[in-house]
Structure formats: C-alpha cells, structure tokens
C-alpha cells in the first residue's frame, strides 16, 4: 500500500509529525461493528502495535492493520481542502470518503 498526500494535505500533517514523536496510521475505523460499514480515518499514533505494518508513503510513511489493506486499493492520495477544512482519499477507481476523519490525538 501507498499514499501519496497532495502539497496541502502534507502542508496540514506536517505540524504534527515534524518532531517524529507521531506517527500516521490508516484505520478502516469500525467501532466495533462490521468491517464493512467502516469509516476510513487517519489516526496520529505514538508506536505501532505488534500487528501494524508499515507503508511507503509520499511524503509521509505510515501504518496500517494487514486484515484492513483489503478495504483499499494499493496506491491512495490523501488532499486536503483548505476551504472545507477536511481531508479526502482516493484511489485510482473511486472516492473513499470526501471526508476523511483526522484524529490529531495521538493514541
């Protein structure tokens, strides 16, 4: 899996991974319910657990669940829309979320 994060998406997360004691993490957030009603979520984390895997990412690295990479096509873009305020992910053949929720405390 791979991210590329547009100019202002990257513009956006730098402040918070600028020390490196932060590190992103794609979840397909499902509170708990079923998988397939998952909510696509950028997380800032301070360690991996033991079952997260990295990724390559441009210009950020980051991490994901293995059991989660089916949800996503391997390569991702992740914008951000300064006059909406939010983030977006997409992949080659559709729009993941317009929406992308961004947990900016770290977990």
């Not at 009603?37 to 800032?44: A, D, E, I, M």
């Not at 996503?72 to 977006?88: K, P, Q």
């Amino acid at each position: 899996m791979f991210i590329t994060f547009s100019a202002s998406a990257a513009k956006k997360l730098e402040p918070y991974l600028a020390d490196g004691s932060a590190k992103l993490k794609l979840l397909h957030d499902t509170d708990r319910g079923c998988g397939m009603s998952g909510v696509p979520t950028l997380r800032l984390i301070g360690e991996p657990t033991g079952n997260d895997r990295q990724a390559s990412g441009d210009p950020f690295a980051f991490y994901y669940e293995p059991w989660q990479e089916l949800f996503y096509e391997d390569n991702l873009r992740v914008d951000y829309n300064e006059t909406e305020g939010s983030f977006s992910l997409r992949g080659d053949s559709q729009i993941y979320t317009s929406h992308l929720r961004f947990i900016d405390r770290v977990m």
